[in-house]
């Protein structure tokens, strides 16, 4: 999947920490459509201010996510540690 063009993943480091809102997973689709899943079910939203406010989450999860080599090293330096 990393090797689509239009896919990049990026990879957040502990120390970059996460938002505090940030707890569930969630897809923005065409950011017109947002689903979420909690733990017991999974919600859609076509509200436009709350779609709105995923895609603020979702840019910031980005703006702290390190991406290609950065990453890679990253989730090398998590399997040595998870090895040793």
Request: charged content about 20%; aromatic content about 6%.
């Amino acid at each position: 999947m990393a090797l689509l063009p239009n896919v990049r993943i990026g990879v957040v480091p502990l120390e970059a920490g996460l938002p505090l809102h940030c707890g569930n997973p969630f897809t923005i689709i065409d950011s017109m459509y947002v689903t979420a899943e909690t733990v017991i079910s999974e919600q859609q939203c076509t509200d436009r201010q709350q779609i709105v406010d995923y895609i603020a989450l979702f840019t910031e999860l980005e703006r702290r996510a390190v991406y290609d080599g950065q990453a890679e090293q990253l989730i090398a330096a998590a399997i040595d540690t998870l090895e040793s």
